[in-house]
C-alpha cells in the first residue's frame, strides 16, 4: 500500500524553463512533507519542506505548494539548471505520531541544456 | 565535514554470511534511520532509533539487527545473507521530527 505516489516515474524540461514534480499521498494523518533530490551513487539529499499549516514554501529556485483537500503537493524549480538532472523524492510524515517518513518511489528529472 | 557517514561505501558478500554496515552522525540529532532502496527504487524505512532506543521497527526479517551503542551512532548487523538482501542501504539522521540528513549509501550485493 503506497501512502505517497509519484505517477510520473521521469520529466524533461528544457533549461531555463520551469520544472514542476508532483507528489499525491492518501493518508490524511500526513502533516509534514519534504523533497529530496538524489543524484547517482549518493544519498538523497534535503531539499525544501512544508508543514501542513501552510500552503506554499519558498526557497530560492524551489517551491512547495500543498493543497490539503487534493492531498497533492507539487515542487516547483525556476529557472530550471542542468544540474538539477536528478531523481526527486517526496515524502511525508506523521509527526504527531511516529518517526516515519514514508517516501514516494521518485520522479528523474532531466533539464535539457 | 561529513555529516552523516555510512561504511562501507560498497560490500560484495556470499550468501550465508553476516556482514556488518556502521553509521556515524556529527550533527547531534538524537534520532537514527536504516533504509532500504530495492532494486524498484522504493525507500522503505527499516528501523529508526531514538537517543539509544528503538522505536521503530518495520516488518524486517530478524536476521537484520540494529544496534545503537550512542546516540551518534547506529549499526546493522545482518545475518545469514540472502540474494534478496541485495539493496542500497541509507542511513539517515534527524532532530526529533524534523528534516532527514541521508548517509552516503552502501551498495550491498549478496552473490
Known amino acids: 500500500d503506497q501512502q505517497v505516489k509519484q505517477n510520473s516515474p521521469s520529466l524533461s524540461v528544457q533549461e531555463g524553463r520551469i520544472s514542476i514534480l508532483n507528489c499525491d499521498y492518501t493518508?490524511?494523518?500526513?502533516?509534514?512533507f519534504l523533497w529530496y533530490k538524489k543524484y547517482p551513487a549518493e544519498g538523497p539529499t534535503f531539499l525544501i519542506s512544508?508543514?501542513?499549516?501552510?500552503d506554499k514554501n519558498e526557497d530560492g529556485r524551489f517551491t512547495v505548494f500543498l493543497n490539503k483537500s487534493a492531498k497533492h503537493l507539487s515542487l516547483h524549480i525556476v529557472p530550471s539548471q542542468p544540474g538539477d538532472s536528478a531523481v526527486y523524492f517526496c515524502?511525508?510524515?506523521?509527526?504527531?505520531?511516529?518517526?516515519?517518513?514514508?517516501f514516494g518511489t521518485g520522479t528523474r528529472l532531466k533539464v535539457l541544456a | 565535514d561529513t555529516a552523516v557517514s555510512q561504511t562501507p561505501k560498497y560490500l560484495v558478500t556470499q550468501m550465508g554470511n553476516d556482514k556488518s554496515i556502521k553509521c556515524e552522525q556529527n550533527?547531534?540529532?538524537?534520532?537514527m534511520y536504516w533504509y532500504k532502496q530495492d532494486s524498484k527504487k522504493f525507500l522503505k524505512i527499516m528501523f529508526s532509533?531514538?537517543?539509544?532506543?528503538?522505536?521503530i521497527n518495520e516488518t524486517v526479517p530478524n536476521r537484520f539487527s540494529p544496534k545503537s551503542p550512542d546516540k551518534a551512532h547506529l549499526n546493522l548487523h545482518i545475518n545469514s545473507l540472502e540474494l534478496g538482501d541485495s539493496a542500497v542501504y541509507f542511513c539517515?539522521?534527524?532532530?526529533?521530527?524534523?528534516?532527514?540528513?541521508f548517509g552516503p549509501g552502501t551498495r550491498l550485493t549478496v552473490t
Open positions: 539517515a539522521s534527524s532532530q526529533v521530527r524534523a528534516d532527514l540528513y
Open positions: 493518508n490524511s494523518m500526513f502533516d509534514y
Open positions: 512544508i508543514s501542513s499549516i501552510k
Open positions: 515524502a511525508a510524515s506523521d509527526r504527531s505520531g511516529t518517526y516515519k517518513y514514508i
Open positions: 550533527l547531534g540529532h538524537d534520532t
Open positions: 532509533y531514538n537517543n539509544k532506543e528503538l522505536i
